[in-house]
Structure formats: C-alpha cells, structure tokens
C-alpha cells in the first residue's frame, strides 16, 4: 500500500469487522481516517482503539440508509479533513444495528441459516456524496 500517508479514508461500517479492519490498515498506512457506523458506542470504542495506535480519527454516527445522516457524515469529513481520496462503503450488509434488524432493503438467508440482508441505498447514497467530495 503505496502513496498512502496523508491521504484520507472514509469506512462506513468501521466498529467491528471488516470496516474495522479496513481502518486499521489503513491508518497503518499513514492514512488519515473517518470512520462511521449506526452504533455510537461500539463507533467510540473503535475511534479510541484507532488512536491508541497513533492513528489520526475522526468519527460520526451514521445511518448510510438515511440519505441526511450520509449528508452529515459528508459535511463532518469535509470539516474534518481537506478531501476524501478512499471510500470503504462497507456498511448495509448483515443483521447488526441498535434494534438486530437488517433495515428495508431484501432479505436472505446467510450459508449458516442467519437471516442476512443488504440495503442497497446505503452505498447509492454514500457513493453519490463521494462524487461531490
């Protein structure tokens, strides 16, 4: 991962799992982050194991199926950092969230049995705003 020190990523999905893993790569790499997922407490957690790694962080709770929140975590990137070169649009997929539920979009079942789903708009919504960043 070459050409990456200062650059800026925006992960969605970036509390646990692959967002998460993206994001410390990442900041390995000398990236500047801004990381975001609909869960504000395991969000802080993320954010403050990032930093105590040296990583430059910033993070905003961020719903990607709300076209506002997507807005809004646009805006805070903007603020935060002079531009966006890295969108992980890594949010939108699985059974996680505050309430267990997969959202509105269509619903399946994982290869173990789980149900699993993926709204689309999520990753519509947050492409479109990294077009204007």
């Known amino acids: 991962m070459e050409h990456l020190s200062g650059k800026v ?4 999905g970036a509390a646990s799992g692959i967002g998460l893993a993206m994001a410390n790569r990442f900041g390995a790499a000398g990236m500047r982050l801004m990381i975001a997922d609909i869960e504000a407490g395991p969000l802080a957690d993320a954010a403050a194991g990032l930093r105590s790694h040296g990583y430059d962080v ?3 709770v961020c719903d990607v199926a709300d076209a506002s929140a997507v807005q809004a975590l646009a805006d805070a990137t903007m ?3 002079d531009g966006v070169h890295v969108v992980c649009n890594n949010a939108g997929v699985g059974t996680g969230g505050p309430d267990g539920r997969c959202g509105t979009g269509r619903m399946g079942m ?8 993926c709204d689309p708009r999520g990753a519509q919504l947050l492409a ?5 960043w």
């Open 9 to 12: 990523a925006v992960i969605t």
């Open 58 to 60: 910033s993070s905003n």
């Open 79 to 81: 603020e935060a950092y």
């Open 110 to 117: 994982g290869a173990g049995g789980e149900p699993v789903g």
């Open 128 to 132: 479109a705003d990294a077009c204007r």
